[in-house]
């Protein structure tokens, strides 16, 4: 029966089926482990599938506009759902949880889940790590609501300095001012270390590379340069418009010398680098150029409560659908606990070497369903 079991959630639920159960199984507890011997070790839930902004290479315009139709209400995860499901991660060795979207922020009373999510303990005994993804339209005003909920830190995407680049980038026009001054108000009630997530465009916002360095240069905040990636369907994603991580090492070390310098944690995502003169530091995300597939350890929660092992996924599993059942707490963590088990997702190691087969033939979730 074990083996049965492992093997129909071996073959990937499609996004309308929960997971397979099984009925004599023990319940599988503590650490886990992939086929490629990667550990569960960060969960990213995605509270809302709706943005204000129409970033070009996350929800154009032409695909997200009036006529999109977003989830309603009830398809969504409640905060209890949330809640339930994240400490079932967190007993299997979820150490650190990041909240994402669309847009967190837009998500009514976010800062119950937060509260909710902010005392739990990890195996170890620990804190749960908890952070957020965010655009900073709304950060200024929430700011101190969300640090007192409990969250630690938050992760803010700025992709140009220039006001122009920046909104041809957000597609809405909003300023760069109002997220500079978000990152001042999140830094000044103490929602840090704040990281600075630049997506590089070719042709689009490269230009603003050197900028962003000079700018965030001896400040508080980590910088991370972001290759443009081929998440999703919508974003007419081309490998020319791709500026690798080298290539933006090179920029800004020809005026800013830089010296590498070792990761904070195995499975982190960003290479890191520091400036010479020690005037802070910068991180690559390298998903095309360098795949790190070989170390990843996310696990990602979708709005409505779809488990995808892989960013660049084309099906989830369906945890709401266990809760909703009224299934128990072992009954949903075996579940989890045999799915990571039998993943072995490398999406980007494998388009390293056949890139326009792969995206041609691949149906991949959308990153503002499914979170970055």
């Known amino acids: 029966m074990a083996e049965k079991i492992i093997m129909m959630a071996e073959q990937r639920a499609d996004t309308h089926r929960a997971p397979a159960i099984p009925p004599t199984l023990e319940t599988p507890t503590g650490l886990l482990s992939d086929r490629l011997a990667r550990p ?108 007192d909920a409990g969250l630690q830190r938050v992760t803010i995407s700025l992709d140009a300095l220039d006001n122009h680049t920046f909104q041809r980038m957000n597609d809405v026009d909003f300023s760069v001012d109002d997220v500079l001054k978000g990152i001042d108000i999140a830094h000044q009630v103490g929602l840090g270390p704040i990281k600075i997530n630049m997506v590089v465009k070719g042709g689009m916002n490269d230009q603003e590379i050197l900028p962003m360095a000079r700018y965030f240069r001896g400040t508080p905040y980590i910088l991370r340069f972001i290759e443009y990636m081929d998440v999703g369907a ?77 960013l660049f996924a084309t099906s989830g599993h369906d945890l709401r659908a266990l809760v909703r059942e009224g299934r128990s707490d072992a009954e949903i963590s075996t579940a989890l606990a045999h799915l990571w088990r039998a993943r072995e997702d ?10 326009e087969a792969l995206r041609r033939s691949a149906n991949k979730v959308e990153m503002s369903y499914i979170g970055g």
């Open 346 to 355: 490398r999406y980007s190691e494998l388009r390293t070497s056949q890139t």
């Open 40 to 147: 569960l070790h960060d969960l990213r839930i995605s509270v809302t599938d709706r943005c204000n902004f129409r970033c070009v290479y996350c929800m154009p315009k032409a695909v997200f506009n009036s006529d999109y139709q977003y989830l309603p209400h009830n398809d969504l995860l409640s905060f209890e759902e949330i809640a339930r499901i994240a400490q079932l991660f967190v007993a299997h060795g979820v150490e650190k949880i990041r909240l994402t979207g669309g847009e967190p922020l837009l998500r009514k009373n976010i800062e119950r889940l937060i509260a909710m999510l902010a005392g739990m303990k990890t195996v170890s005994g620990k804190l749960l790590d908890l952070t957020l993804t965010t655009n900073a339209s709304l950060l200024a005003r929430k700011a101190q609501s969300l640090k």
């Open 234 to 310: 919508s974003n007419g994603w081309k490998m020319n418009e791709v500026i690798p991580s080298a290539e933006v090492v090179s920029r800004i070390s020809a005026e800013l010398p830089l010296t590498p310098i070792a990761a904070n944690y195995t499975g982190e995502t960003a290479t890191r680098y520091r400036y010479a003169d020690g005037s802070g530091e910068i991180g690559l995300i390298s998903s095309v150029s360098h795949a790190f597939c070989s170390d990843c350890t996310r696990a990602r929660l979708s709005t409505e409560g779809k488990l995808y092992t892989c």
